[in-house]
């Protein structure tokens, strides 16, 4: 294992095990709601913490992308931090959440952990040496038609400019998939979709920290991911489409007619 990538791991498993012990007093928890749907407990506060430590104390040099506490430091190697996604899930039992850490190095993705801490499920990948879940090498689909398709995704729930067209694109994949799924929180999803457990996925105004690790996750289990247009910029823009290359390209075409150029990132 890359070294870089072993002390994310450690600090994915430190946080995992702090959320794990407080799942059990959820109703104890201080939360704060930052917006609407949008919540911050203490557990998520912590956890960052122990993250940003644990990675600090090994590379003191680095900056860090947190989705709690922010920006901090200035250097080529930046830590991209989701503490717990799926904060909603988790205060309200939910078992589908995880811890999110990626490694940008010069603007690239180059090491990604996603971690289940309720199943004891790590995820792991290194730009160039293949993605894995639990030591065990893992591929997308090779599904090659869409009405064969599971496909992901994420309601909006903070922001709704872009509310007509998702429902557009929605409607259509029901009618032109096998199901779809919405469990709650993007970057486990596409750390499935990595897995094989998704087909493809697709969501709007999402995070660095919600996408960092799950996308280099894909793209190294053989996925194809982009914006909703087929760019590369989906850090930026936060509109994102992934799948197998078969699914991926399928997925474009049918969320094509519903774009507006807030869609498309311009």
């Known amino acids: ?3 870089m990538l072993n002390i994310a791991v450690k600090a994915a498993r430190r946080a995992g095990n702090l959320i794990y012990r407080a799942t059990d007093k959820i109703d104890h928890l201080t939360v704060t709601k930052k917006s609407h749907a949008d919540f911050v407990s203490e557990v998520d506060r912590a956890a960052e913490q122990t993250i940003i430590q644990t990675l600090l104390e090994a590379y003191p ?4 992308l947190a989705e709690e506490s922010g920006a901090h430091g200035e250097s080529e190697f930046v830590w991209i931090i989701d503490p717990l996604d799926g904060t909603t899930n988790f205060l309200h039992g939910f078992p589908q959440f995880a ?3 990626a490694l940008q190095h010069k603007g690239i993705i180059t090491q ?3 971690y289940d801490p309720t199943k004891n499920e790590l995820f792991t990948a290194t730009r160039g040496r293949g993605a894995f879940l639990n030591d065990k090498r893992i591929r997308v689909t090779k599904r090659v038609h869409l009405a064969d398709a599971l496909i ?3 309601f909006p729930y903070t922001r709704f400019e872009h509310m007509d067209a998702y429902i557009g694109i929605l409607r259509d994949l029901m009618e032109q998939t096998s199901g779809l799924r919405r469990p709650g929180s993007a970057a486990l999803d596409l750390a499935w979709m990595a897995a094989g457990r998704l087909d493809g996925f697709y969501e709007t ?3 660095p920290w919600d996408i960092a690790a799950g996308t280099l996750l894909i793209t190294e289990a053989g996925g194809m991911v982009s914006d909703l247009h087929g760019s590369d910029t989906f850090l930026k823009t936060g509109h994102l489409c992934a799948g197998n290359p078969d699914i991926h390209q399928q997925l474009l075409k049918v969320i094509a007619p ?3 150029p807030g869609l498309k990132g311009q």
């Open 1 to 3: 294992m890359h070294p």
């Open 61 to 64: 040099d680095h900056a860090i």
């Open 99 to 101: 811890v999110s850490i």
């Open 112 to 114: 990604a952990v996603v």
């Open 152 to 154: 992901g995704t994420g």
């Open 205 to 207: 105004g999402l995070k």
């Open 258 to 260: 519903h774009l507006t």
